[in-house]
T-cell receptor, first 112, second 112 residues
């Protein structure tokens, strides 16, 4: 069966420090991969998605970037964190077009 | 435009009672899927139920069922015999292209 792992679960980082959140999927190949951000009590904001290795689409201009170095690995990065980067980040995968998404457990990021 | 509207920001239900969460959507697609996701306090997004638009029969999954009205673009979620563990944010969503369109969510409280 397919599983998705996202880590770390919680992260506290100072302003100006770098960020690296990692997400991996097991039990499938060539998944669509997604990074979402969610403010407290709010809906999901799509940040990046990828349909293949090295293929990244950005939905929102921001201080973040994403990379997909391997088929089932998706990384969210920042060179210098801002206070506004605080939030809850969710990684998700989908088998393909018009199918459901499956989510990781999320990362709560606090920038101080 | 592809949109999802959930007109009830918050709802409450008595334990063991039935509650219906509303969702309306707009899409230019003729064949599509619709989903309800649950986000408990742990904040992991869990797929509750899915509906294929070409199927007239409403989907059911244990205590969860939907009322899908394609012409009206309505996709409501009914939770029967509500349990304390049903307390969560509920999001209505559908895939569009390589991505997903999510509603703003409904926060459901279950009263003992």
């Amino acid at each position: 069966s397919q599983t998705i792992h996202q880590w770390p679960a919680t992260l506290v980082q100072p302003v100006g420090s770098p960020l690296s959140l990692e997400c991996t999927v097991e039990g499938t190949s060539n998944p669509n991969l997604y990074w979402y951000r969610q403010a407290a009590g709010r809906g999901l904001q799509l940040l990046f998605y990828s349909v293949g290795i090295g293929q990244i689409s950005s939905e929102v201009p921001q201080n973040l970037s994403a990379s997909r170095p391997q088929d089932r690995q998706f990384i969210l990065s920042s060179k210098k964190l801002l206070l506004s980067d605080s939030g809850f980040y969710l990684c998700a995968w989908s088998p393909g077009v018009s199918t459901e998404a499956f989510f990781g457990q999320g990362t709560r990021l606090t920038v101080v | 435009a592809q949109t999802v509207t959930q007109s009830q920001p918050e709802m409450s239900v008595q334990e063991a009672e039935t509650v219906t969460l509303s969702c309306t959507y707009d899409t230019s697609e003729s064949d599509y899927y619709l989903f309800w996701y649950k986000q408990p306090p742990s904040r992991q997004m869990i797929l509750v139920i899915r509906q294929e638009a070409y199927k007239q029969q409403n989907a059911t999954e244990n205590r969860f069922s939907v009322n899908f009205q394609k012409a009206a673009k309505s996709f409501s979620l009914k939770i029967s015999d509500s349990q304390l563990g049903d307390a969560a944010m509920y999001f209505c969503a559908f895939p569009y292209g390589q991505n997903f369109v999510f509603g703003p969510g409904t926060r459901l409280s279950v009263l003992p």
